[in-house]
């Protein structure tokens, strides 16, 4: 089965747009977690679920005040799903998301996440962006 490219955005903030250059984007950026083809199977629906109930639950306490939406990309090497916040330099709340969103999903604590900046993503040269911070 051939699987093309799609995106799910879930904007827990009205108003924004699932998109870089939006105002209450633009200073932000996101919690990547990429999973391989294989994963899709087995891990991808149970991760968007338990991502979607963290918005919607608020899960992060008063750095839920930070998170802007998410979005799952579905590509065919592979998919990756990103919690969206609206400032990276608010380094308390960032690492409190990614701290937290890492012990809902029940990552193994040797698996790494990192959180990238808009403004570096959107500005890469080659195929990777550097992780800002990493749980």
């Known amino acids: 089965m051939q699987i093309s490219s799609c995106n799910f955005h879930f904007l827990c903030q009205d108003g ?3 998109m ?28 968007w679920m338990e991502t ?20 799952v990309n579905v590509r065919p090497k592979g998919d990756k799903i990103s919690i969206w916040t609206s400032n990276c ?5 960032i690492m409190t998301i990614g701290q937290l969103y890492k012990e809902r999903l029940n990552l193994h604590i ?17 195929s990777t962006t550097k992780n800002m911070y990493s749980v």
């Open 16 to 18: 924004i747009k699932p």
């Open 20 to 47: 870089w250059e939006d105002e209450r984007n633009k200073l932000g950026g996101r919690w990547l977690m990429t999973l391989n083809k294989q994963q899709r199977h087995n891990d991808l629906d149970r991760y």
């Open 52 to 71: 979607l109930l963290c918005l919607v639950g608020e899960s992060f306490d008063e750095a839920s005040e930070e998170v802007c939406g998410a979005v």
């Open 110 to 126: 040797k698996a790494l996440i990192g959180y990238q900046s808009h403004d570096d993503t959107s500005s890469k040269s080659g």
């Open 89 to 93: 330099q608010n380094r308390e709340a």
